[in-house]
Nanobody
């Protein structure tokens, strides 16, 4: 059974930093491209960053230069380091991947950026 467990969210002031973690089980983690996504109230879920099995990375324009995605295959964990946070980064953040024809997500972790 594929499972992802996210952690690291919280309340932070503008300009602050957070580091999200997502630990996977039930898949051969190292072969999959992993993504971090977010969904703000009233908005669709959007891709924030992704990292391939060979550690090529891709970022949404809105977070480029501020967020960094990384992975530790030995720990089956993907990270999202978020710096210079803005109020518009407030959302529930999910990690996920596609296995075959199915998309799998964690339960999400809330990030709130507010003074």
């Amino acid at each position: 059974q594929v499972q992802f467990v996210e952690s690291g969210g919280g309340l932070v002031q503008p300009g602050g930093s957070l580091r999200l973690s997502c630990t996977a089980s039930g898949i051969m983690f190292r072969i999959y491209t992993m993504g971090w996504y977010r969904q703000a109230p009233g908005k669709q879920r959007e891709l924030v960053a992704s990292i391939t099995s060979s550690e090529n990375t891709n970022y949404a324009v809105s977070v480029k230069g501020r967020f960094t995605i990384s992975r530790d295959n030995a720990k089956a964990t993907v990270y999202l380091q978020m710096n210079s946070l803005k109020p518009e980064d407030t959302a529930v953040y999910y990690c996920g991947t596609r296995v075959g024809l199915a998309d799998y997500w964690g339960q999400g972790t809330q990030v709130t950026v507010s003074p």
